[in-house]
């Protein structure tokens, strides 16, 4: 069963025409850190779902390491936004993932059992690597303040664990 995934969602609007997106290399530091803020903040809701749907060990030993980390990620955020008296900015990129993550959580919520598991395992390794190199690419060479650049840089790390961690799940499911 094929899923819409934030891969998906990010290659349309890389895809699309200028004068139907903007660029996400354009964003500034508080439109950057809102994007990561909210996506985030969608990996812990699709972790919720995986808690309250799945039976296996593997799936819900991801899924709390997935809130736990992207919990602290944020709380970390938020510290240095309060620091420096800055507030996030919502953007057209903030407001798509929310789109996007409305439709996949209404798909996975319609799945059971065995094929719930591969279905968020697959999103999980698609939304990382989608993530991912949105944050390697088009962030953090464009983050101006060197201590946003920093959490960036050490959030990347946290989720490149979490796009291989992914990667194994998808692999044990099938």
Avoid: C, W
């Avoid at 593997?58 to 390491?65: L, N």
């Amino acid at each position: 069963m094929k899923t819409l995934t934030l891969s998906a969602i990010l290659l349309g609007l890389t895809l699309a025409s200028p004068s139907q997106a903007e660029n996400p290399a354009d964003l500034n530091d508080l439109q950057i850190a809102h994007v990561a803020y909210i996506a985030d903040n969608i990996d812990i809701r699709y972790a919720h779902l995986a808690l309250a749907m799945t039976s296996n060990k593997e799936v819900r030993g991801f899924a709390e390491t997935m809130i736990r980390d992207h919990e602290a990620v944020n709380q970390a955020a938020l510290d240095l936004l309060a620091k420096l008296g800055a507030s996030p900015e919502d953007n057209f990129l903030s407001q798509s993932l929310n789109e996007g993550a409305e439709v996949i959580i209404d798909k996975l919520s319609g799945l059971r059992g065995v094929e719930f598991d591969l279905a968020y395992a697959e999103n999980e390794l698609a939304y990382h690597k989608a993530v991912n190199g949105l944050i390697g690419d088009a962030f953090i060479p464009n983050i101006e303040n060197a201590e946003v650049k920093a959490l960036f840089e050490q959030g990347h790390k946290i989720f490149l664990r979490h796009e291989q961690h992914a990667a194994n799940m998808v692999k044990a499911l099938k």
